[in-house]
T-cell receptor
């Protein structure tokens, strides 16, 4: 039982390049989330997916797109990376009721 | 939407002393309150949680209290140890439109001084 698997762990991009962050969970959760965390700051929600086939914007969606490929997988895409997108990205999944999120191990992205 | 405020933002305590972190929430529909610990360079991990129908929960050196009327909840760490040094996030969860959404506080950086 791996929980939430996130890849890659590290990435350096040049301004204007594109990339996709992958996330998969094996806990049969309906809901999945993408957060970014900047140094010394909290977690800001980028996009979320309540269930397979649905996605919605969070607090900071500009410059990102997402795809809920199936119940297990939720990817985050940067079409044209900018230095302001340098951050640590966390994927998370959550179940109903009294249960918290489980986070992936994070992706440290640097855009130069 | 829900708004969660957390304080203090930083907290330094001597090893062996207690630490208390406080959070308030705005939406009375929130019914589950998890706490996460994030060590440097690692993912946030759930350390304790409390449901809205419970006033207090304890797990060894950590405890959480909830006051639904006042809409605030607190994390208490007793006999602090250096390995308790981390950033702690409170959160409030509610069900909205068929999905579960968690709103996080802004975090408290706890430093335990040996």
């Amino acid at each position: 039982n791996a929980g939430v698997t996130q890849t890659p762990k590290f990435q350096v991009l040049k301004t204007g390049q594109s990339m996709t962050l992958q996330c998969a969970q094996d806990m049969n959760h309906n809901s999945m989330y993408w957060y970014r965390q900047d140094p010394g700051m909290g977690l800001r929600l980028i996009y979320y997916s309540a269930s397979e086939g649905t996605t919605d914007k969070g607090e900071v969606p500009n410059g990102y797109n997402v795809s809920r490929l199936n119940k297990r997988e939720f990817s985050l895409r940067l079409e044209s990376a900018a230095p302001s997108q340098t951050s640590v990205y966390f994927c998370a999944s959550g179940g109903p009721g009294a249960s918290g999120y489980t986070f992936g191990s994070g992706t440290r992205l640097t855009v130069v | 939407g829900e708004n969660v405020e957390q304080h203090p933002s930083t907290l330094s305590v001597q090893e062996g002393d207690s630490a208390v972190i406080k959070c308030t929430y705005s939406d009375s529909a929130s019914n589950y309150f998890p706490w996460y610990k994030q060590e440097l360079g690692k993912r946030p991990q759930l350390i304790i949680d409390i449901r809205s129908n419970v006033g207090e929960k304890k797990d060894q050196r950590i405890a959480v209290t909830l006051n639904k009327t006042a809409k605030h909840f607190s994390l208490h760490i007793t006999e602090t140890q250096p390995e308790d040094s981390a950033v702690y996030f409170c959160a409030a969860k509610w069900d909205s439109g068929g999905y579960q959404k968690v709103t996080f506080g802004t975090g408290t950086k706890l430093q335990v001084i040996p």
